[in-house]
């Protein structure tokens, strides 16, 4: 009975161990097993339906990848490697170093980045390319219907700021401006509206083009602003259209890439073996 128990045990424990890593999910023969989805909970901080979700799309571009026979050689790898490491200041020696601190091994570094721009190249010839580009209308229709999404859009504005520490000469300036007045500096600048205070591109907002904003003071003296154009001459929807047109496109690489996975989903064999 003493030899039978510890066999036993030993049995129990190892069924246990089989079935906590067992296969839970097969998507087109490759499997998801009952660790992976415990390891994206955790890692992820997210449910077992929406980790279960993300295995089943990661099975799924990594199918669709092979399928498309999408492939990166060594020399784009490395060229991808000395972009990262350029833009990190570190050498490729340094990265292997900090990469080991995390116990991430070189080799397994270069498989995951391999993956990434497989990954990214499919996206870009694959869902990108159904992308059609938009019209002028389909763009203002779709500012109309995120107008609020838009009102602190980047815009570049043309001005002429006049500087006095005498409110009287700034003044005087502004009602005669071709005249030289003493005291007075006046300064053309190109400014963004993100580089602007609220307060200022309000007041901006408020005052006609070819106008001047009232005098303001900043503590440091009197300024007032000379209004050329505010978004290259243009206003409402012309003035930040290439925000619109980054925000539609923005959405639309979302949606298309919802749609194609989807789309793979619904035509995959997947087969729920326990979860």
Same mark, same amino acid.
């Not at 602007?196 to 070819?210: E, F, G, W, Y």
């Not at 009232?214 to 290439?242: C, I, L, N, R, W």
């Given at each position: 009975m003493k030899k039978i128990l510890p066999i036993l045990l030993f049995s129990l424990i190892s069924a246990h161990a089989q079935i906590l890593d067992a296969i839970a999910i097969d998507v087109e023969g490759e499997a998801i097993t009952t660790l992976e989805i415990q390891a994206v909970q955790q890692k992820m901080n997210m449910s077992k339906q929406a980790a279960v979700e993300t295995l089943i799309k990661d099975r799924l571009e990594k199918s669709a990848i092979e399928k498309a026979g999408i492939t990166i050689d060594d020399a784009e790898i490395q060229e991808k490697i000395n972009t990262i490491a350029k833009a990190k200041g570190l050498s490729q020696a340094k990265m292997k170093e900090i990469l080991a601190t995390k116990g991430l091994t070189w080799e397994s570094y270069i498989e995951q980045l391999t993956t990434g721009m497989k990954k990214e190249r499919f996206f870009q010839e694959h869902i990108l390319a159904t992308i059609e580009r938009p019209s002028d209308s389909e763009l203002e229709t779709f500012y109309n219907t995120h107008r609020t999404e838009f009102s602190n859009a980047p815009r570049q504005m043309s001005l002429v700021v006049y500087h006095s520490n005498s409110m009287e000469s700034l003044k005087a300036s502004i009602?005669?401006?071709?005249?030289?007045?003493?005291?007075?500096?006046?300064?053309?600048?190109?400014?963004?509206? @993100?580089?602007?205070?609220?307060?200022?591109?309000?007041?901006?907002? $408020?005052?006609?083009?070819? =106008?001047?904003?009232?005098? %303001?003071? @900043?503590?440091?003296?009197?300024?007032?602003?000379?209004?050329?154009? $505010?978004?290259?001459?243009? =206003?409402?929807?012309?003035? %930040?259209?290439?925000?619109?047109?980054?925000?539609?496109?923005?959405?639309?690489?979302?949606?298309?890439?919802?749609?194609f996975f989807n789309k793979l989903k619904a035509n995959a064999n997947i087969r729920v073996i326990r979860l």
């Open positions: 009602a005669n401006p071709i005249k030289p007045i003493s005291g007075v500096k006046k300064k053309n600048i190109l400014a963004s509206s @993100t580089e602007m205070s609220p307060a200022l591109v309000n007041l901006i907002d $408020k005052t006609a083009v070819n =106008s001047f904003t009232m005098p %303001v003071d @900043t503590g440091k003296g009197f300024v007032s602003y000379f209004v050329k154009s $505010k978004g290259s001459g243009q =206003s409402g929807f012309e003035a %930040v259209k290439k925000a619109v047109a980054a925000r539609w496109a923005q959405e639309q690489r979302v949606q298309a890439a919802q749609d």
